[in-house]
């Protein structure tokens, strides 16, 4: 064997050790899969159609849940308060069956041409299009007698102001909720949400950057189930520390997602929060196998934050914790890039757990920049720090620029510093 084969076998041994294992301020523990390859199947898994895109149609939520709970109880996490699950209802608007839109002979797709609304009742017919303008609709009378297979059609001219766009719109959603159908041309990305309003009639965002004209008429089918007291579930499970203690730090991420529209389309949610649940399940099989010296560690996948922090709101609210004995929430909401650093919301707040990380990360290095955010009703941190808990909530900024679309899916997220803030993250809580 000559010198240069000597070489490759050296570094490739290295590489091969270091990926088997994790440092913390504690020392080195060994992993049987490495930290990125878990996150990868972890990832990728609750990302694949069998999940529906964890929201509402099919049960995603349901099956991501039991699939979490599984993972759980395989890591070894004990329960709370003797279970894994919280269970709590939600209503939902959803979208389960018939998604079609034509324009002529021309059909549509779903997250590409054009959404519904999240509130958006269903229709299945043809809709003539009657083009109003800005003041048109804010002028709007309610109560006026409209033909409900006729649309009122909003073209936005390119001169209103962001802000006035926003009170028209909410000046069309008020009209689908009571009166008449809407269809509105939209030159924005195509950003889709959750409800738990149904309106009376439909509304249809058309995505058009090109043409500033809506077609004369539109055919639509399009299937509404409005469910009332839909069951999900919050799925948790705890380290105990080395010493007896009382107190609790709280690991969080949110695993709903959007769902399907339609049979044919959903919406993956790999980087929110496929990637956030891999990183908290990642930092819960290593902490299970090196606990806190002095703090219990519990490690919360909250459902329904898509449709308003509803899980962590039912969980804060209820008997599942005494909030007092939380030192510290750590919500984590998309962790699939980090090219360009992380931000740490409601790191003014809490400036000393800010610092922290800070500093941490000037040793290692982990990502370019830590970067400071102030209070934000953003994530699941908000209902603790609401209810005077300290809480912080972490995500990455990246290229990766797809939200609450059909493109946030496994193949575009980079894990680029995912085992960096792995590290990052374990580092920072083993000060506790």
């Not at 069951?231 to 709280?250: A, E, L, R, W």
């Not at 008997?319 to 890039?337: C, Y």
């Not at 300290?390 to 085992?419: S, V, W």
Request: a positive charge; aromatic letters at 12%; proline letters at 4%.
């Amino acid at each position: 064997m000559n010198k240069c084969q000597v070489l490759i076998l050296l570094v490739f041994g290295i590489t091969s050790i270091k990926a088997q294992i994790t440092t913390t301020d504690k020392g080195v523990s060994n992993v049987k899969e490495s930290t990125l390859a878990y996150a990868r199947n972890i990832t990728k898994t609750l990302c694949s159609p069998e999940y529906h895109g964890r929201g509402y149609v099919q049960d995603g939520c349901r099956k991501a849940a039991k699939y979490l709970l599984e993972e759980f109880q395989r890591i070894g996490l004990t329960p709370v308060n003797g279970s894994h699950q919280q269970t709590f209802d939600i209503q939902v608007n959803t979208f389960p069956n018939k998604c079609k839109i034509r324009s002529g002979f021309r059909r549509k797709k779903p997250g590409i041409h054009y959404l519904l609304h999240p509130s958006s009742a269903g229709y299945h017919g043809n809709l003539k299009l009657k083009v109003f303008s800005a003041s048109d609709i804010m002028n709007y009378r309610f109560g006026s007698s409209w033909d409900r297979h006729a649309a009122i059609a909003f073209i936005p001219d390119k001169q209103l102001t962001k802000d006035s766009l926003k009170l028209v719109r909410k000046k069309l959603e008020k009209i689908a909720r009571t009166d008449a159908p809407v269809v509105e041309l939209t030159r924005d990305k195509l950003t889709w949400s959750v409800s738990d309003e149904a309106f009376k009639f439909p509304y249809i965002q058309w995505f058009d950057t090109i043409s500033s004209e809506l077609p004369h008429k539109i055919a639509a089918q399009i299937d509404e189930v409005y469910l009332k007291n839909y069951g999900v579930q919050n799925c948790f499970g705890t380290v105990p520390s080395i010493h007896k203690s009382d107190s609790f730090i709280v690991v969080c991420a949110h695993y709903d997602h959007l769902g399907r529209m339609g049979r044919k389309n959903y919406f993956p949610g790999a980087n929110d929060n496929a990637s956030g649940i891999a990183m908290m399940l990642s930092l819960a099989r290593e902490i299970q196998q090196r606990p806190l010296q002095n703090h219990n560690v519990v490690f919360i996948a909250f459902a329904g934050e898509e449709i308003g922090l509803e899980g962590s709101s039912y969980f804060v609210n209820s008997s599942a914790m005494d909030l007092k004995t939380i030192s510290l929430v750590l919500n984590l909401d998309i962790l699939g890039s980090g090219e360009d650093g992380i931000t740490v919301v409601n790191g003014s707040v809490y400036p000393q757990y800010y610092q922290s990380l800070v500093q941490l990360n000037e040793s290692i290095p982990a990502v370019p920049v830590v970067k400071v955010r102030g209070k934000a009703a953003n994530s699941d941190h908000y209902p603790f720090s609401e209810k005077g808990v300290p809480a912080i909530f972490i995500y990455t900024m990246g290229p990766n620029k797809n939200y609450h679309d059909i493109n946030d899916c496994y193949e575009q997220l980079t894990f680029d510093r995912f085992e960096n803030l792995h590290y990052l993250f374990l580092r920072f809580l083993y000060r506790f």
